[in-house]
């Protein structure tokens, strides 16, 4: 199977959404010039972040305890120039290289969710280091996933530990490039010396980097110090980068309207970017949110809501206009269990997204707020994306697939189940392994007829069969002792 579809090399007829026009996205564009411009960005308790937009041209205003930077459109400009619009990562095994092209699209976890449905027991409890480990053995089984989005938290471990040995075991667990927060400046050099190991040191690191660092600024128009010095030491890092989240929730931290909320996010998308390149210009940058509306009803952050993707797919848009490589929300459903909820809801949002052209979709397995992970919502997940690529193929126009030698050949009332045309094709479409299409007497003659039951008891096979590139004793005692120290030192 293919990991990824290129949105730009689909036949003429494929199907992908125009959300955004030019002329609106040059007006968002303006719209965020002016924010940063005029109101900037605060950025708490950080004089390094300070410094680097001050050595940068931005005028600085400093207060006690923070700093306002207003960014001159000219360097928002020079900043955009610099980014890379080719990104390619690589993970621990030979083909795992994946590179970002315009309108390439994959697909992968949501962020660090705390809670998950027990496969075994179907009861809801807190995520351990396990369960991020066989969360991501499962990525690396599916073609689908091309990169791995940290997706659960190790809260079984220290408090404020769980980055650390979530990548301890997503390392372990793949050999696909991994996305990970580190929360803190601290942890994120721990975790680059783990990667360094698994790569065989900083040098080799440097040339084919294994991780991406994921941080969100807090809108509206604030880095506060942790996000600040983790797009700072990604950026330092030889060979790193970066994705810089915003979130926003309409009606709470920007106006109850998308053309509101959208200006703002893209300010604050900026800033995160500015910064990035003002430490080190050339680092790779994602423009990317995870933002969605606010539920005044029950005051909660709904990510099953068409909302998330409307700005998912903006988003995407606004980084096809500065050719820039993309990353969002879209498989999320609000429903707290697999059911006709979350079908509905992950479906219109995925499809939503990956027909924007969104470089990374997130959101598979994630229910109730983005808080929980579920395998069975997972696996059916797969099977929706295998759908979404024959949407995105579109209608291929050409002499061969048009067949229209065959059709006058067959004539009136002729069948083409015997041609050579349908043997050579079939397999080219759909064929959902959960979504059943059988008639009921056949259904009901299945050991398991219900799908939920049947994606559980497959998420469970392949974490028992599959098994991720190899990890030598050697590198696993190199990330036992850096894990050993890093809690010593913790005290």
Request: charged content about 20%; some cysteine; hydrophobic content about 40%.
């Amino acid at each position: 199977m293919l990991q990824s579809i290129n949105y730009r090399s689909l036949p003429e007829f494929a199907w992908t959404i125009n959300g955004l026009s030019r002329v609106s996205i040059e007006k968002i564009h303006e719209s965020g010039l002016d924010l940063l411009k005029n109101i900037g960005i605060k950025v708490e308790d950080n004089p390094r972040a300070l410094e680097i937009f001050h050595a940068g041209g931005c005028i600085i205003e400093q207060h006690n305890d923070y700093g306002i930077a207003k960014i001159p459109s000219g360097i928002v400009e020079d900043c955009l120039q610099k980014a890379p619009r080719h990104i390619k990562v690589y993970g621990r095994s030979e083909n795992s290289g994946y590179e970002f092209k315009l309108g390439q699209v994959t697909f992968t976890p949501f962020g660090e969710q705390i809670q998950i449905i027990d496969p075994k027991t179907r009861k809801i409890r807190t995520t351990t280091q396990k369960d991020v480990a066989e969360i991501t053995r499962l990525c690396d089984y599916f073609d689908q996933v091309a990169v791995v989005q940290r997706m659960a938290a190790a809260l079984d471990k220290p408090l404020g530990t769980h980055p650390v040995f979530n990548a301890q075991a997503m390392f372990e667990n793949t050999g696909k490039h991994i996305y990970i927060g580190p929360v803190d400046a601290e942890k994120f050099r721990i975790i680059a010396d783990i990667a360094a190991a698994h790569a065989g040191g900083r040098e080799k690191l440097a040339q084919k980097p294994l991780f991406t660092t994921l941080t969100c600024p807090t809108v509206p128009f604030r880095l506060e110090k942790n996000c600040a010095d983790l797009i700072i030491e990604s950026a330092l890092l030889e060979g790193g980068g970066f994705v810089s989240s915003p979130v926003p929730l309409l009606s709470m931290n920007t106006p109850a309207s998308l053309a509101g909320a959208l200006i703002i996010v893209w300010a604050d998308i900026l800033a995160g970017l500015i910064l990035g390149q003002l430490t080190r210009p050339g680092t790779r940058t994602f423009l990317s949110n995870s933002g969605t509306m606010l539920d005044l009803r029950f005051m909660g952050s709904d990510y099953g809501a068409p909302e998330m993707a409307m700005i998912s797919g903006a988003i995407a848009k606004m980084a096809q206009y500065f050719e820039l490589p993309s990353h969002g929300s879209g498989f999320h459903s609000d429903s707290k269990t697999v059911d006709a909820q979350s079908g509905y809801e992950s479906a219109m949002n995925g499809v939503v997204a990956a027909m924007s052209g969104l470089n990374i979709v997130n959101g598979l397995g994630a229910l109730e707020l983005g808080y929980t992970f579920d395998y069975a919502k997972f696996m059916l997940d797969i099977d929706m994306v295998d759908n979404i690529k024959v949407i995105l193929g579109g209608v291929d126009l050409s002499h061969e697939e048009m067949a229209l030698a065959l059709i006058k050949e067959k004539g009136p009332g002729g069948e083409f189940l015997s041609s050579q045309h349908t043997m050579e094709r079939m397999r080219q479409l759909s064929n959902p392994k959960f979504f059943d299409r059988r008639d009921r007497k056949s259904w009901l003659q299945q050991e398991l007829t219900d799908i939920v039951d049947k994606a559980y008891a497959e998420s469970q096979m392949i974490i028992q069969s599959h098994n991720p590139p190899d990890v030598s004793s050697d590198i696993r005692r190199q990330v036992d002792e850096i894990i050993k120290k890093y809690i010593k030192d913790l005290g």
